[in-house]
């Protein structure tokens, strides 16, 4: 089936640095959705990009739909203690009625 | 009530007991899910029901047993559980467009489940 790499796995900074994660795929996604998950919570929707070169901003957050269709990128720029979490790329893929392929997420953790 | 609601939210229940999981969203969408999330694992997508058919059922054992009796409502029904069924259990529900298909989804907050 269907895969979303996502990558850095996991990844630990400090307060107030900017962070950078990605998410690709072998095939063509039409939507890119970013999710973030807090410890024993459920996913929460940050950002969705429906168009190829999409840049679309929700506060400190900016995410980016590749040209190519194949990835996705999501910043968070001068990182805060709440911003600890899950963060997951999901999409549906282009071909077929099928539900979101989630990615295996990246766990942030950030050192006040 | 708003969004996406899941009790209860904690339970524990031994191997021979039988319980059930319930789901109910207020958002007016279609389609419901039932999502197992293991600890340091990836989301896994146990049951799909889209205008209340089952139209996904990715191999989960038959100790797992969903039921949709409307489009606000899910259940997962759970009897005889292991302790490796141990999880959090994700129920989300989306809008599924004829010809958009599948759409963001939104969760709800999950039960944590301990099977002793």
């Known amino acids: 089936g269907q895969q979303l790499n996502q990558s850095p796995q996991s990844m630990f900074i400090q307060e107030g640095e900017d962070v950078s994660m990605n998410c690709t795929s072998s095939s063509i996604f039409n939507t890119w959705l970013w999710y973030k998950q807090d410890p024993g919570e459920g996913p929460v929707l940050l950002i969705a990009l429906y168009k190829a070169g999409e840049l679309t901003s929700n506060g400190r957050l900016t995410a980016q739909f590749g040209i190519t269709r194949k990835d996705s990128f999501l910043n968070i720029s001068a990182s805060i203690p709440s911003d600890v979490g899950i963060y997951f790329c999901?999409?549906?893929?282009?071909?077929?009625?099928?539900?979101?392929?989630f990615g295996k997420g990246t766990r942030l953790s950030v050192i006040a | 009530e708003t969004g996406v609601t899941q009790t209860p939210r904690h339970l524990v229940m031994g191997m021979t007991n039988k319980k059930s999981l319930k789901c109910e969203q207020h958002l007016g969408h279609n389609a419901m899910y039932w999502y197992k999330q293991s600890a340091k694992k990836p989301l896994e997508l146990m049951f799909v029901?889209?205008?209340?058919?089952?139209?996904e059922n990715n191999s989960v054992p038959s100790r797992f047993s969903p039921e949709c009796p409307n489009s606000s409502h899910l259940f997962l029904h759970l009897h005889t559980l292991q302790p490796e069924d141990s999880a959090l259990y994700l129920c989300a529900s989306s809008q599924v467009l004829p010809s958009e298909g599948y759409n963001e989804q939104f969760f709800g907050p999950g039960t944590r489940l301990t099977v002793l």
């Open positions: 029901y889209n205008f209340k058919e089952q139209t």
């Open positions: 999901a999409g549906p893929p282009e071909r077929g009625n099928t539900p979101l392929v």
